[in-house]
Each structure stands twice: as C-alpha cells, then as structure tokens.
Nanobody, 123 residues
Framework: QVQLVESGGGFVQAGGSLRLSCAAS????????MGWYRQAPGKQRELVAT???????IYADSVKGRFTISRNNAKNTVYVQMNRLKPEDTAVYSC?????????????????WGQGTQVTVSS
C-alpha cells in the first residue's frame, strides 16, 4: 500500500518558522491532490492547504499569507513552509493524498493519511 510519512514538526517560539514534509512511498506512485490538515486538542480537524498535481493551491484563511504549500512530483513529496507561527497554530499536522500506484501488475487507486507530526508554538 501507499504510505505517507510526515516530518519536520517540533517546538518553536511565536514568530518562528517550520517546514513540514510529507513523502509518499509504495512502488510507482502518481498523486493527484495532496493536502495538509491540523487538529488541536478539543477541536475538529481543519484543512490547512491543498495542492493539485498542476500546482493549484487552496489555503485556509487563518494561514493565508504565512504558509506556503508546494510539491515535488518527481519525489512524490509535498511541503508546507510555515512562517510567522502563532500559538494558535499548535496542533497535530497530517497530510493526505490521493492518486494511483502500481501494484500486482496493474494500477490501483489510493487515498491515504499520514500519522501526523506535532507542531507546538509557544507564546
């Protein structure tokens, strides 16, 4: 199966920056849309940003202008550069992707979630 693995989370002070990465693995993979989501304790999961294979992006109003999502199609990896972080950004960040992969001598559809990476911003 296709797996998504996030990295880059950590502890930062308000105003600092982090860059998260999400890499897809599992034989030959092509990805349509990838996105970042986050969930803080006691709150519902919310969309942070998405990017299509063609580079079209969508951002949540709360992060627009501070976060930048990008992807490297050759590496099947999506990134989010997070600048001017705020305590309100503290959450578990997870990536999601859908597309297809080559398994069992044929292409198969997939839709996967990563396990998440913790981002904590101190005030």
């Amino acid at each position: 199966q296709v797996q998504l693995v996030e990295s880059g989370g950590g502890f930062v002070q308000a105003g600092g920056s982090l860059r998260l990465s999400c890499a897809a693995s599992g034989s030959i993979v092509t990805i349509n849309t990838m996105g970042w989501y986050r969930q803080a304790p006691g709150k519902q999961r919310e969309l942070v940003a998405t990017i299509t294979s063609g580079g079209n992006t969508i951002y949540a109003d709360s992060v627009k202008g501070r976060f930048t999502i990008s992807r490297n199609n050759a590496k099947n990896t999506v990134y989010v550069q997070m600048n001017r972080l705020k305590p309100e950004d503290t959450a578990v960040y997870s990536c999601n992707g859908d597309g297809r992969w080559f398994s069992g001598s044929r292409w198969r559809d997939f839709a996967s979630w990563g396990q998440g990476t913790q981002v904590t911003v101190s005030s």
